[in-house]
């Protein structure tokens, strides 16, 4: 079996307001201190299993670099580990829109991030999925 390609294409991007307006107000919350993950099982109008967007307000990072830097972060450890979440996803035949904030008050290094993402979205999976 071929090793499974690490991407993060345009259809897993969560976009539109009435859905990103949807999924943070009626949507399910997991705190993972420093991030916040709002989700909601919803149907989608693509096949990804899966759509997801990354929220860092200026009001914690004013600096548009360090903001920049954290969704860059965020997207890269989701996209080097969503394999399993999305296969679950699959398996069940379910389709879920995610967004996570980042709430610190300071940037946080990259292997923080990516343990504190997978830590949220398994327990999103756990709890609500």
Partial sequence: MPEQRHTFS???????RLRLKEVA?????????PFRLVGKRMPLPTEAPA????AVPSR????AVD???MKRLMREA??????????????????CAWLFIFQGREP??????????????????????
């Avoid at 759509?51 to 990354?54: K, M, S």
């Avoid at 580990?81 to 679950?88: S, T």
């Avoid at 946080?108 to 993402?117: D, G, S």
């Fill in 10 to 16: 345009k259809n897993e991007r969560l976009c539109g």
């Fill in 25 to 33: 107000t009626t949507g399910r919350a997991v705190n993972e201190p």
């Fill in 51 to 54: 759509q997801i967007a990354f």
């Fill in 60 to 63: 914690n990072l004013p600096r």
């Fill in 67 to 69: 903001r920049n830097r």
């Fill in 78 to 95: 989701y996209r080097l580990h969503k394999g399993p979440i999305i296969e679950r996803l699959r398996l069940q035949g379910v389709q």
């Fill in 108 to 129: 946080v290094n990259a292997a923080q991030t990516t343990l504190r993402l997978t830590r949220a979205l398994d327990r999103w999976m756990n709890e609500h999925g």
